[in-house]
């Protein structure tokens, strides 16, 4: 049986080649999946025209349906996104809104699109908030037809208004690492799980 597959929305504000945090913790969720049998991919978002907008193709060269079609070929899909005045990245906010539109999209057998995909979080920052955005995420994921698996939220909150991120620490925390291990084990978990046993249509 072929094995699952992942893909890291990376949310950051910034396009390539800029340093970014959460692409770091992305890739370090995608590698935790590795042990389990999972293949990763990742998209960071900002280098791509993706288009605000509620629908699967926003049309006059929207680059979302690109996106899309890895999201439907995934088995588990991480969000990750720095917070910002607390609350998710705008582009981790598109990225739901562009979701939204899988509300009114159903496969073969009638169920949701994302039916039986599984979501994680990842969440890096220099100021309070990684429950909030763990939860908002989380939250607009499930909605759409995603599962979420125990300990779903993997994250690291530096001091709040100091300069340090994620990226200039020597090493990461054992607290982070942990989390990032225990979201991968259930995600490939709970991926093998939908797998074997999808969801009954509607």
Partial sequence: ?????????????KPSPAASSSELIARQ???????????????????????????????????????????????????STPIWMGQPASVAKMVMERLDAELSETDEDGRPSMSGKVALVAVVGNEDGAHHVVAECLQALNDVGFSVPAQAGAYWVGEAMQSTDYRDLDETPETTHSTITTAAAGAAHLATLLRDAPYPPP
């Fill in 29 to 79: 969720v995608l590698g935790a999946l590795e042990p389990h049998g999972v293949q990763g991919r990742l998209v960071r978002v900002a280098d791509h025209d993706v288009r605000f907008g509620v629908s699967t193709d926003e049309g006059d060269g929207d680059e979302w349906p690109h996106i899309r079609d890895q999201v439907l070929a995934a088995d588990i899909v991480v969000i």
């Fill in 1 to 13: 049986m072929p094995g699952l597959n992942a893909l890291a929305l990376v949310c950051t504000l």
